[in-house]
Nanobody
Framework: VQLQASGGGLVQAGGSLRLSCAAS????????MGWFRQAPGKEREFVAT????????YYADSAKGRFTISRDNAKDTVSLQMNSLKPEDTAVYYC????????????????????WGQGTLVTVSS
């Protein structure tokens, strides 16, 4: 599956951004989806994940209460709504897909994902 992330940009602290990831090439609804981020000099880290049907989500502690992951299987897209952004949210954000054998599976580890988008840069100024 091919993934194309978009929606990054420069925003002031406290602002909002909505990232989108468009998928193509495979049956999107068979894949759990995730968002990860990588700040300069740091390892890639988990942000949020959603099950293939959208019924289950899971967030990193840093994202809870501020970010919302959602998907539209009719449009083959997954989104990440980010509110109350902080300077420490500055990173390149990646969407990722993993084939899910169950509708309730979600995945939080980088190594569990088979497909990755190219990343979109989010910069939060203080």
């Amino acid at each position: 599956v091919q993934l194309q992330a978009s929606g990054g940009g420069l925003v002031q602290a406290g602002g909002s951004l909505r990232l989108s990831c468009a998928a193509s090439g495979r049956t999107f609804s068979s894949y759990a989806m995730g968002w990860f981020r990588q700040a300069p000099g740091k390892e890639r880290e988990f942000v949020a994940t959603i099950s293939r049907g959208g019924g289950r989500t899971y967030y990193a502690d840093s994202a809870k209460g501020r970010f919302t992951i959602s998907r539209d299987n009719a449009k083959d897209t997954v989104s990440l709504q980010m509110n109350s952004l902080k300077p420490e949210d500055t990173a390149v954000y990646y969407c990722a897909a993993n084939y899910a054998y169950s509708g309730t599976y979600v995945y939080t580890a980088v190594g569990e994902y088979d497909y990755w988008g190219q990343g979109t840069l989010v910069t939060v100024s203080s």
